[in-house]
């Protein structure tokens, strides 16, 4: 017989101050489940993570909890205790029958040295060592509060592999877009205290929203021509029968209070940059620059010219020399050699991805403004702060808040409407993306495509390149940087293309003259798939699309959260049905990867 779920929330509720933060929230968490937790900052993601973590105590509602579970939860902070080195802090999250041997595979995965002293750690190497004490076990459930925060491409992309080939049940809550569509298949949306669920991974969430939301507005726009219609009749035509009257003034003050109630979605920030004087038509200049410190070299013979416009984008690992690069292309950090020239007219606005230009003592109101009254200047007009801050979803009361008394949303967001105040006509922004829901990114993302200045950003978020840079700028080896032209997928692109070009130069080289495909093992230039592999081929799909909508159906059904008490053997019986077809779909993936792989082979 299937067992009930492993986690089950059925009706949280929690307040802090007056509005609630989740209202009724419910939550099933299946076995193999792969959900994305989404939704507005501040909505409550976190909370209810740490909830299900039993990490937070909820006002009211039921925590099920399968019994002999194992939960394992990634806070956004880790807390390192008294370990000694990386390997006991890792080790310390293993139960008893758990294999130490995924420890030492998990460090190595994470290039992480094992006697490191946690204090050492930088704050990507300390995101690194907390996901490895969370996913060594291989807890039935893993709960990951933006597990990619701080983390390099490489190290996300090894990650979602990780939790693509993991049977544990995990929900994610992440601002990375391409991080979400790779590892969920189901998304939980949180939304002024609500959870709604649709039973597909986040590629298919936003268009699924944005609909939920025109079709809420359309409803209030009926309840609003409802009352209208009441509250003239209350004018005027009060003069049918006593009972009947009483009612239907009843009812109009019911409709009332259901439209001052409805709280409605949680309005977007509005960003605007300041004053734009046009820079000279050169930008920055760099010729056959290097920087080492000691023995390691971060950047070697590198040049590049800058013009207005540009919109370059920097990635690679961490530790590879990114914010080095950036300060010397601005003039903040000199070159060991070379020559860097700034244009004319240039005025820069820097964001810091360590946040250090924020004082956590001071209130909000002096981080602005560096204590110079409470207005700024936004596109030639002076604003009140209050005003401005509303704009980047800051509420009046927050204005005297002391900034270290703000989540790492905030203090983004801060961040940046302190960055936008400022006149330039160059945006420097290191890591901008983090701890910013994605409503944020998206707002930034236009900014930044209808910036008339110069934009130099770093960034790990693939999705966040490929909508805003022109250019991309990647470590080759040994210090040397290469421009690509494009974006992030497009910088993929034409590394590809470069290997097999390469490839083909080698083949040309071969002493006989031959290409290295014709050495292949004779009659496989001329194989083709059988007549049984093509017709599978061509009707996996079908079979896969008809498995998934099949498990969708279940899913919904079995996310009532009564029908367990109602009916255990409907729910255990649809819970068989999921894991059977999960296991039909998993072999249907492979079997079609498997043929794909194979055709494309045989077609060279």
């Known amino acids: 017989m299937a067992s009930p779920p492993l986690l089950r929330l059925d009706d949280i509720r929690l307040t802090f101050g007056g509005t609630p933060l989740l209202a009724g929230v419910e939550l099933n968490v299946l076995p193999q489940d792969r959900i994305a937790l989404v939704g507005r900052n501040g909505s409550g993601k976190s909370t209810l993570l740490k909830i299900a973590a ?305 004082r956590d003592d001071v209130p909000v109101v002096e981080a602005l403004t560096d204590g110079r009254g409470d207005q700024v200047m936004v596109n030639g007009e002076a604003r009140h702060v209050a005003g401005y801050l509303k704009d980047f979803l800051f509420q009046p009361e927050q204005i005297r808040t002391p900034v270290g008394n703000l989540s790492g949303g905030e203090r983004a967001r801060l961040l940046l409407a302190k960055v936008l105040a400022t006149p330039a006509n160059m945006l420097v922004l290191d890591e901008p993306t983090n701890d910013l829901d994605m409503e944020t990114l998206d707002l930034l993302q236009e900014l930044i495509a209808n910036y008339p200045g110069t934009v130099i950003l770093v960034s790990h978020d693939r999705d966040f390149l490929d909508r805003t840079v022109t250019s991309v700028l990647s470590p080759d080896e040994d210090g040397r940087w290469l421009e690509y032209a494009g974006g992030y997928s497009d910088m993929l692109a034409q590394k590809n293309g470069a290997r097999d070009q390469a490839r083909k130069v080698d083949a040309k080289a071969r002493p006989d003259g031959k290409a290295a495909a014709a050495t292949e093992p004779a009659g496989r230039a001329s194989a083709k798939l059988s007549y049984k592999q093509k017709f599978a081929l061509e009707n996996l799909p079908k079979e896969m699309a008809k498995l998934e909508a099949e498990i969708g159906r279940a899913e919904v059904e079995m996310a009532d959260p009564k029908l367990f008490n109602r009916d255990p053997t409907r729910f255990n019986a649809l819970a068989k049905t999921i894991s059977d077809k999960r296991a039909a779909l998993a072999a249907a993936e492979d079997q079609w990867l498997e043929l794909e792989m194979l055709r494309a082979e045989l077609e060279g």
Do not use: C
């Open 54 to 358: 039993g990490v937070v105590e909820p006002d009211r509602g039921e925590v099920f909890r399968q019994p002999g579970a194992t939960i394992r939860y990634l806070a956004q902070e880790p807390d390192f205790g008294n370990a000694l080195t990386v390997e006991e802090y890792v080790s310390a999250g293993l139960g008893p029958a758990d294999d130490p041997w995924r420890v030492t595979r998990l460090l190595d995965g994470f290039s992480l040295s094992p006697q490191a002293r946690p204090q050492d750690l930088s704050g990507g190497e300390a995101r690194r060592a907390a996901l490895a004490r969370v996913l060594a076990p291989e807890p039935d459930i893993v709960l990951l509060d933006e597990p990619t925060n701080h983390l390099d491409l490489p190290t996300i992309e090894w990650l979602e592999d990780e939790i693509r080939a993991m049977r544990s049940a995990v929900v994610i809550i992440s601002h990375d877009r391409r991080f979400l569509e790779r590892t969920t298949q189901a998304t939980v949306w949180i939304d002024r205290g609500v959870a709604r669920r649709i039973n597909e991974g986040f590629g298919a969430f936003e268009a699924w929203r944005d609909k939920q939301l025109e079709e809420e507005e359309i409803q209030l726009q009926k309840l609003d021509r409802r009352i209208e219609r009441e509250e003239h009749w209350l004018r005027y035509g009060v003069t049918a029968r006593r009972t009947r009257n009483e009612r239907r003034l009843a009812n109009l003050h019911q409709m009332r209070a259901d439209r001052r109630d409805a709280r409605r979605a949680v309005g977007t920030v509005e960003m605007s940059s300041g004053d734009v004087r046009e820079s000279g038509k050169l930008v920055i200049e760099a010729r056959n620059v290097s920087k080492a410190y000691g023995e390691r070299v971060l950047v070697r013979d590198f040049s590049t010219r800058i013009q207005r416009g540009d919109r370059l984008g920097l990635v690679g690992p961490n530790g590879a020399g990114k914010t080095t690069l950036i300060r010397m292309l601005i003039g903040e950090t000199p070159p060991d050699s070379g020559e860097i020239r700034l244009g004319t007219k240039l005025d820069i606005a820097f964001l810091d991805q360590k946040r250090a230009r924020l």
